[in-house]
C-alpha cells in the first residue's frame, strides 16, 4: 500500500528562521514519483517539486530546497529565512508508476509570524 | 498562460438536492482529475478523466459523477447532498494524465456548503 505521512501538523516560526517540514512514504514500487504543494488561504494548490524515484540529488530553488533520501523514505523541505508570504498549508504527494492517483500527506500549516 | 478555471468558486445547497461543478483545464491538457477535501479526511481522490473517458476512480459512492466533453473541460456531479459533502472540490489537469508521475496542476477550488 503506498502512503504519505505528514507528522507536523501545524508548525510556528517566526520571520527569517528557516523551517523543515517532514515528509514520509511508503511504497514497495521502485518507481514513483514524490512532490510537494503550497496551498494558501485561496484554495489553490500550488506546484512546488517533482522528484522521480532515481534522482536522489537534492535541490535548491531560491529559499527553498528539499532533501530526498530513499534510505530513510523521506522527502524534506526547507525553508530558509521564512516569510510571512509563507504561511500556508503545505502538502506532500506520491504517486506511484501506474497507479493514476496521488496519495497526498495530511499536510502541514505553516505560519511565520512577523 | 491561463491556469485551471473552476465555477462556481462558492455555493450553498441544501441537503437532498444535487450540484454540477465544473472545470476549464490548462489550454492543451487532456486530463482532469478532481479531489474532495475536507479538514477531516484531507485530499481524497475522486475520478480522473482523460480523452473524455474515466480512467481512475477513488472510493465514493455512486452519488458522485463526473464527465469530460471533447474540449476537454469537465464536470462533476454531486446528487442527493449529505451534510458530509460539504467541502472544497478541486480540479486539476495535465498533459497526459497522473500515470508515470505527470505533474497535475490545480484550480482555486469550489467551496461547497450543504445545509
Redesign the interface.
Known amino acids: 500500500a503506498q502512503k504519505v505521512t505528514q507528522a507536523q501538523t501545524e508548525i510556528s516560526v517566526v520571520e527569517k528562521e528557516d523551517v523543515t517540514l517532514d515528509c514520509v512514504y511508503e511504497t514497495r514500487d521502485t518507481t514513483y514519483y514524490l512532490f510537494w504543494y503550497k496551498q494558501p488561504p485561496s484554495g489553490e494548490l500550488v506546484f512546488l517539486i517533482r522528484r522521480n524515484s532515481f534522482d536522489e540529488q537534492n535541490e535548491i530553488s531560491g529559499r527553498y530546497s528539499w532533501n530526498f533520501q530513499k534510505s530513510t523514505s523521506s522527502f524534506n523541505f526547507t525553508i530558509t529565512a521564512s516569510q510571512v508570504v509563507d504561511s500556508a498549508v503545505y502538502f506532500c504527494a506520491l504517486v506511484t508508476s501506474g497507479t493514476y492517483k496521488y496519495i497526498f500527506g495530511t499536510g502541514t500549516r505553516l505560519k511565520v509570524l512577523a | 498562460k491561463a ?1 485551471v478555471t473552476q465555477t462556481p468558486r462558492y455555493l450553498i445547497k441544501t441537503r437532498g438536492q444535487q450540484v454540477t461543478l465544473s472545470c476549464s483545464p490548462i489550454s492543451g491538457h487532456r486530463s482532469v ?1 478532481w ?1 474532495q477535501q475536507t479538514p477531516g479526511q ?2 481524497q ?1 475522486l475520478f ?1 478523466y482523460f480523452s473524455e473517458t474515466q ?2 476512480k ?1 472510493n465514493f459512492p455512486g452519488r458522485f459523477s463526473g464527465r469530460q466533453f471533447s474540449n476537454s473541460r469537465s464536470e462533476m456531479n454531486v446528487s442527493t447532498l449529505e451534510l458530509g459533502d460539504s467541502a ?1 472540490y ?1 480540479c ?1 489537469s495535465s498533459l497526459a ?5 505527470n ?7 469550489s ?1 461547497l456548503t450543504v445545509v
Open positions: 491556469g482529475s479531489y484531507g485530499l481522490f480522473e480512467r481512475n477513488g472544497l478541486l486539476a494524465g497522473t500515470g508515470f508521475g505533474t497535475i496542476y490545480f484550480g482555486e477550488g467551496w
